[in-house]
């Protein structure tokens, strides 16, 4: 039941214990608390109810509840007047989070910019540390890798001192270590992802060393070892995460072809497609697509890459458009078709 | 001759494609790059007290 009889005091109090149990993904308490929280909300002064709001939203985002922590920035948003600049800062990081879990990153930067601006106010390096990483991942998405080699370096000095954070400074160095792939430094970037997948090891965090088994194998893809990656992308697999299981089989199948492993590759293909299929995810689709054509159907090579790059750009993933082109401006230049190779050069350029 | 046309295209196609890419560097809504990063969302349960 609710203690109405709590005073405001009491309840930022409570709330303070309640953000602590989020941040510390103690998730029962936390629901308990936001039971007894919302049953008395009717009693909170303005300033409590928007904390209110933009922690719930915080504890909605834990839940991977986006749709309800939308609703309640909303609700916080309806006195929008009466915040606080520490309130616009936290308000601004939550709606960069729901972007940035919508994989509208360009959306999230905004977001974190504006609340960029009120960083000045925020004393806990922890959480400075917390907003530079975001941002940084925001960067990495959008392939703007310089800016986010640079707020990854502001994370990991925040997180560094500090032995307690070794779970976000290995996050911190999974990430760098990808930014290093970009920038085509590969023996940082091997040094960079080994540390995470240490740390993570230590922290028995099996999600995390499956993400960082993945991102050792783009890295020996990128810097033409497929047989070194091939052994970190079946550990990967093993790790059994749904989320990037498409990410992994692709890969897989790329470095079996490549290393003439044609029944493998063709069964990391075949389940990789038809997966892609069934959850209605075309532009991996398209990529797995290309892939085979790429191997197995060259007489289709052609037409089926320019699709593809097509509906690349009509999506805006201009990563994939510059990767695809790129490679196939290549292929037109070794066969001296000059035109039609610089049409793909310049989208390799975008 | 034709590595001459192919040269000054590919001139021109980069200097396009630098303001092409600039003005377009704000729309980039997706990235669908290989590797991962995991969520936004941060815990610390992780801490190692």
Known sequence: MGQNILGNTDIAA????????????????AATIHRDLKSSINDYDTHNLITYFLVESRFYLMNKNTKE?????????KYLDHFNDIQRHHMHIAEGIIFYDEDRFQEALNCFEKAEKLLHLIEDSVEIGEFHLRKAMTYFYLDIT????LHGEKAAEAFR????FEFLLARTEMMQGLNFVDLHNYDRAEESLHKALTSFKNLENHNFITSTNLNLGVLYVKSNLPAAAIRYLEEALKGNQERIRLKILYLLAD?????NQHAKALDAYTEGFNTSIEKGDIAKKWEFAMLHKKYEDRLNFESVWQEGIDYFRKINDNYNVRRFSKELAQYYTENNQYEIATKYYVLALL | MKKLVFSLLLIGAIIMSGLVGYADQHHNETAGKEGDLGSSIFSL???NK
Do not use: G, M
């Not at chain 1, 470095?255 to 290393?259: A, E």
């Open chain 1, 14 to 29: 409570q709330l303070d214990n309640w953000l602590i149990s989020i941040r510390l993904d103690k998730r029962e308490a």
């Open chain 2, 45 to 47: 349960k992780f801490l």
């Open chain 1, 255 to 259: 470095c079996y072809w490549k290393t």
């Open chain 1, 69 to 77: 922590a939308a609703a309640s920035l909303d609700n916080a948003k």
């Open chain 1, 161 to 164: 001192p500090h032995k307690t």
């Open chain 1, 146 to 149: 310089s800016l986010s080699v």
